[in-house]
């Protein structure tokens, strides 16, 4: 690869240098400095200050970051703490369905994989719902985790980069997202409960970034 394809490698997996560079913070030398001791490039220092400028994403960033801006600036953020994800192997989807097609049980929110099933649910309800199940079927049970819920706005269901947008806020606050579930125009995202203020704060503080 050229120098070009190199930088702008770089910078496409890095969502922070994105922002930094799409809002006009980022020293452009001090960070062409950086990438070349970091990355070990066989150019001038101007060759990738070049190559930064030239970034074909700065203005498609730009334009993804105008269209989110009303999005976020009208969702409405909440938590839940107190959340249960019961993890259980294929053998129980069956009992699973069952249990989704109950009315009165309302309170589970499910995500149906590949290879496993979880079932996410409020603390006080996980003794009666592990009993429908065998020890067999249950794979694994966390208790300690909180849940963020975002409600964009009705035109939010149709913009791109809304769920990249809110995993890319909690990652740059060195943050695991444990489960993502998504049923527009809500967005849930779970994580360990020791981080539920920090990650809240992160998606607040985006929504008010976007007020101005």
């Not at 910078?11 to 006009?24: G, I, M, N």
């Not at 930064?52 to 730009?62: A, G, L, N, V």
């Not at 006080?124 to 966390?142: A, R, S, W």
């Amino acid at each position: 690869m050229n120098v070009n394809q190199e930088v702008w490698k770089v910078l496409r997996t890095d969502s922070a240098l994105q922002k930094d560079l799409t809002r006009e913070i980022i020293n452009m030398r001090a960070l062409a400095k950086y990438l070349i001791d970091k990355y070990h490039y066989k150019a001038s220092l101007d060759a990738v200050i070049s190559a930064i400028r030239r970034y074909q994403s700065q203005e498609e960033y730009k334009e993804e970051d105008k269209k989110l801006e009303h999005i976020f600036s009208e969702s409405v953020v909440s938590t839940k703490n107190n959340m249960a994800c019961i993890t259980l192997s294929l053998t129980a989807r069956q009992t699973m369905q069952k249990l989704s097609n109950d009315k009165n049980n309302k309170k589970i929110k499910l995500i149906t994989g590949t290879e496993v099933v979880k079932l996410l649910i409020e603390q006080p309800y996980l003794k009666e719902t592990v009993q429908h199940f065998t020890k067999e079927d249950i794979t694994g049970v966390d208790q300690n985790i909180s849940e963020i819920r975002v409600v964009v706005s009705p035109e939010g269901i149709k913009t791109k980069g809304v769920l990249a947008k809110l995993a890319t806020e909690i990652a740059l606050a060195n943050i695991n997202i444990k489960e993502i579930l998504v049923c527009p125009p809500e967005f849930f995202i779970y994580v360990h409960q020791d981080d539920i203020v920090k990650a809240h704060a992160s998606i607040i503080q985006l929504c008010k970034d976007f007020l101005g």
